[in-house]
T-cell receptor, first 115, second 115 residues
Framework: EAQVTQNPRYLITVTGKKLTVTCSQNMNHEYMSWYRQDPGLGLRQIYYSMNVEVTDKGDVPEGYKVSRKEKRNFPLILESPSPNQTSLYFC??????????????FGPGTRLTVT | AQSVAQPEDQVNVAEGNPLTVKCTYSVSGNPYLFWYVQYPNRGLQFLLKYITGDNLVKGSYGFEAEFNKSQTSFHLKKPSALVSDSALYFCAVRDITGGSYIPTFGRGTSLIVHP
């Protein structure tokens, strides 16, 4: 089954404790991205990757890191989480057309709470 | 610059009636337009897209949307609503002429279909 998986689905942590949210897709997509969803703000892109070893900032990259060492995996790293990073996080992947990514396939989400 | 607006936070419709969820956009070049649906505790699912060609695009679950360049709109429609259509709907735009790889999502519209 074609899918995007994320782990963990739920995470409660404390301020400053480094964490990693994993994301993996089995569709051989070049493009992957991370979003956060906050009430009243819709989805905002954190980082994206056009291919292995190619990453770039989205609209809200502060406080986050990513890496793309393999095509299927795109982990999101919070080196020193803060309470304002409490949110619902989604990973997504997409085929890439000549003009960039097209429709995206989303993971189930990771609900992160930072106390 | 690109932006998208979903002017209604919530749309209420009776089962069996037609539904419309509104979306307007702003781009400096040519747009790719998307609709996604999010069911409770799930990730976003792709419904349909406009890239080029016919202004009326058909998607999953009986939904369709009409691209109107003069009104810069991409409203989502369905002839006969089902209770199971109740969900959160997101419109998204990407300005392909401007070379943006980052889509902008609207804030979402909650669709409630009453039995």
């Amino acid at each position: 089954e074609a899918q995007v998986t994320q782990n963990p689905r739920y995470l409660i942590t404390v301020t400053g404790k480094k964490l990693t949210v994993t994301c993996s897709q089995n569709m051989n997509h070049e493009y992957m991205s991370w979003y956060r969803q906050d009430p009243g703000l819709g989805l905002r892109q954190i980082y994206y990757s056009m291919n292995v070893e190619v990453t770039d900032k989205g609209d809200v990259p502060e406080g986050y890191k990513v890496s793309r060492k393999e095509k299927r995996n795109f982990p999101l790293i919070l080196e020193s989480p803060s309470p304002n990073q409490t949110s619902l996080y989604f990973c997504a992947s997409s085929l890439r057309s000549a003009s960039g990514p097209i429709e995206q396939y989303f993971g189930p989400g990771t609900r992160l709470t930072v106390t | 610059a690109q932006s998208v607006a979903q002017p209604e936070d919530q749309v209420n419709v009776a089962e069996g009636n037609p539904l419309t969820v509104k979306c307007t956009y702003s781009v400096s070049g040519n747009p790719y337009l998307f609709w996604y649906v999010q069911y409770p505790n799930r990730g976003l699912q792709f419904l349909l897209k406009y890239i080029t060609g016919d202004n009326l695009v058909k998607g999953s679950y009986g939904f369709e949307a009409e691209f109107n360049k003069s009104q810069t709109s991409f409203h989502l429609k369905k002839p006969s609503a089902l209770v199971s259509d109740s969900a959160l709907y997101f419109c998204a735009v990407r300005d392909i002429t401007g070379g943006s790889y980052i889509p902008t999502f609207g804030r979402g519209t909650s669709l409630i279909v009453h039995p």
